[in-house]
């Protein structure tokens, strides 16, 4: 169809109107896809769906978060309509009506995928998205909120939907909210529960304005330079073991496992500090 040009507005209503037999060529794929991993809360409409999920096609919905591993949306239907999982090829934003917009959504767009590598040194209240987790695959892609930053080694974040904890004595499934097991009142564990610490590597930063990334960028970048000084300090002040002072950071094995603890006194006739375990909050004696 060499006359054949169609506007922006129009083009969602394509596969509706447009003859079925007159079949396009494919000429390239775009570099920068304007559908993959549009922010949060974007609005939407689905089409291009086949058999009975082609109900969704002309819906409106919006973006509960972006799932890069299988690249489909968890979407917000209007009205308390549903959550549907569907292919980002089939999701096409509705808040473009001219190039302008068009432009600025793409924008948008490149800087949450630019954002997504960008890990370290992130603030208090930041939101994010936990990555794949094979010992807690339930959280994988959970939108959650930073709590607390030990710089280097993890977050506490609170998770927006936290998932049922299994009672590791009777196996019942509990709601978040609770610390304790409905029946055998079992403590809940220090992973279990609405708040969870994970590794950097783990979590994704969302964005709401593309001139965001930025910010990200430079606290990332500083912050690992920071982490590399850190790791050539620590390696000539190994020997240094004595008379630390209270609240030192310090690395030690409890178990035969590498732990972080804070020192909490130290003993100079026995030569034995009293530490206090990061995670969980325990005190024991340390040589």
């Known amino acids: 169809c060499e006359n054949f040009d169609c506007c922006i507005k129009c083009e969602r209503r394509l596969s509706d109107e447009h003859k079925a037999d007159h079949v396009f060529e494919l000429i390239f794929e775009p570099l920068d896809p304007i559908n993959e991993d549009l922010p949060v809360g974007t609005e939407v409409e689905v089409f291009g769906l086949d058999g009975a999920a082609s109900s969704l096609n002309g819906v409106a919905a919006k973006i509960l978060r972006y799932l890069p591993d299988v690249r489909m949306y968890d979407l917000d239907l209007p009205f308390g309509g549903g959550k549907p999982i569907v292919p980002s090829a089939n999701v096409q934003p509705v808040e473009a009506t001219n190039a302008w917009e068009a432009q600025e959504i793409l ?4 800087a949450q995928q630019e954002a997504r590598q960008f890990c370290l040194n992130l603030p208090v209240g930041q939101r994010v998205q936990v990555g ?3 010992s807690n695959p339930e959280i994988t892609n959970a939108i959650a909120t930073i709590v607390e930053y030990r710089p280097g080694r993890d977050y506490e974040v609170s998770l927006d939907s936290p998932p049922e904890w299994s009672c590791r004595s009777c196996t019942l499934l509990n709601s978040a909210q609770l610390t304790a097991c409905g029946a055998c009142r079992t403590s809940r564990g220090s992973d279990q529960g609405g708040n969870v610490w994970l590794e950097p590597q783990h ?6 304005e593309a001139r965001q990334v930025k910010s990200l960028a430079q606290k990332h970048w500083v912050e690992q330079e920071k982490l590399v000084a850190a790791t050539l300090a620590n390696s000539s002040c190994t020997t240094f073991c004595l008379n630390l002072p209270v609240d030192q950071l310090v690395q030690t094995q409890v178990n035969g496992q590498e732990v972080f603890a804070k020192v909490f006194g130290f003993d100079r006739w026995s030569r034995c500090y009293s530490l206090r375990l990061e995670n969980p909050a325990t005190t024991l004696s340390q040589v």
């Open 203 to 208: 979590l994704s930063p969302l964005i709401t």
């Open 107 to 110: 924008e948008k767009t490149l």
């Open 132 to 134: 794949s987790l094979d």
